[in-house]
């Protein structure tokens, strides 16, 4: 029985689960903060993060659920930030979209589409000076690939010669809009050909592939001293906002969903860990007691306090401890 | 005491940082490369290596975000504009995230970035070589934004930008670079936050930035010999504004002029008018008279960029007014004039 991929699994599991759970408890409208759910990329945000390991910077965006939990495993925090209450990261600063927990190496989300990727080539120039061996990874969408300061991170990278990792989430949606309208390019992969980084494309949903992809472009970043770029695809399962599916509206149809959904993530990697040796009552235990774990979550974040008002004020500039 | 440039201030800051830290690093588009940013970079590359004074793509907006990065992993990154205008490329990053990173990270995680950015004047500059844009630096909560006038002030100030813990965008005009003056040699700060009273005076306050300060030293000059005698608070650092010294200036004489070295609307000037109106209200002779650009881009020409920036004569004859003088004869003094130095390009 392999740990890894049982680990990988949980990881995912939690991510689906704390989703869901955000799902059922939206509708109470005590969670105010734009959801930008992760449902469908669970197999990216779980092989990224469990490949840099707790040592490796994560930078995200305003699709950060999967990633934060990915790179946290707390959803105390999680669902505290959520409910903007005293228990989360930021305690209620920072809401769905900001979420982050630099001391757990998840280092900034931003709402502003690619903003963090310059972030994230920065701190790599750090770890480079500090000789720390600590890896950073920015996180995206492909809607990012059309912000001038993708290119402008990317360039600087390449010629600066920083083992920095670029991870594509590429959902073919930006927003609700797809490539066609989007993209004067064929796909980024050739057009990266020509630049002075390793290429990696990857559509697979199985996140034993992604883990390893992830871990070869690690170790690619770190011997070539060169960026690593990957472009991992999936389908994004829910509305671009929101906790609702949108197949009624018209940009996208069940039946493509549907297609998708047959090679789940959690599906795939939980039929191999049945045909790994573990058990249906094996697994079943240790969904339960993630399910027990979460929802134990959001019953302490739901008791938990708001910060006091005067708390508006404290934090705008650095206090020393 | 030893004289030096404002440049070779700023140079001698970075300098001794460099020395006392190995954290700090400098760099920006053509800061190694042969004009040095007017020589304030001069022989860094050589004594402190290429990994700690380099030059960058030509992407403002990235190279901001990218000092943000090196910050919060440690670094205290100097990043230099050639000119300000450059830096409106990044304001998404100095907005969005620079800004608000600490606040996120509730005044937990130090952001120690520094932006030095040149504010351009004269021998044809024109509307995207000559903003100062520090009102709207000083608008966002999460920057500091340090004008430093004299040479010795220059360097304290920048010392300490260095060493804060927050980020700090530092502006220099360009013309300020010759200022000479008395700066001591080992390293010394100056507080941010802390104005300066430039000259004392009993009569009337003028509160002026930057280059205006030259300025207004100037009107105070001529003005003295007509028996007037003007005080001249320098803030310094506009972000955070400690009001204390204007205010307490203007509650002795009881006339304020703000010079800025920007346009008024919605600008620095019209801060300080509302700060000197609430807490001065009582003992103001006169209200509050704001001196700026023109509301107009910067016109190229010198005979219409003349016209577009304030000067000492316009300093004066507001101080006349405010205090019921007669016009002085102005015709036989003699006014700066940068031709006289600066011959461009650049």
Redesign the interface.
Known sequence: MDELSLDLYKKMYMIRKAEELIIKHYPEDEMKTPMHMSMGEEAIAAAVCHALGPEGQVFGYYRSHAIFLAKTRDPDMFFGELYGKVTGTARGRAGSMHLAAPDKGFMHASAVVASSIPVAVGAAFANKQKRNGRLCCAIFGDGALEEGVFWESLNAACVMKLPVLFVCADNGLAVHSKPEVRHGFKTITEVLTNFECSVFQEDSTDVEVLYGLMSEAMESAKSKGKPSFLTLRYYRYLDHIGIAEDFDVGYRSRAEFEEWLRRDPLVLQRKRLLSNGWTEPLLAEEEKRIDTQLEDSVRKAREAPFPPPSELYTGVFYEAD | MRRIDFCGAIREAMWQEMERDPSV?VYGIGVPTHAKIFGSVTGLTERFGP?RCFD??I?E???????????????R?IHIHIRVDFLLLAM??LV??VSS???????????PLVIRAVVGRGWGQGYQHSKSLHSYFAHI??L?VVLPTTPRDAKGLLISAIRD??PVVFIEHRWLYWAVDEVPEEPFTIPLGKGNILRHGKDITVIATSWMCVEAMKAADILAREGVSMEIIDPRTIAPFDDSLAVESVRKTGHCIVADNDWLDCGFSAEVAARVSEKCFGQLKSPVKRIGFAPTPCPTVRCLENEFYPNAAKIIRAVEERLKLKPIDLSKEDFYSHERRFKGPF
């Open positions: 690093f990994d960058t793509p992407s907006e990235a190279m901001t975000g990218f000092g943000l990065g090196a910050a919060i992993n440690g670094m990154p998404n990053q969005n995230m990173y600490i606040y996120s990270t509730r005044g937990q995680q130090r952001v909560p999460g500091k813990d927050n």
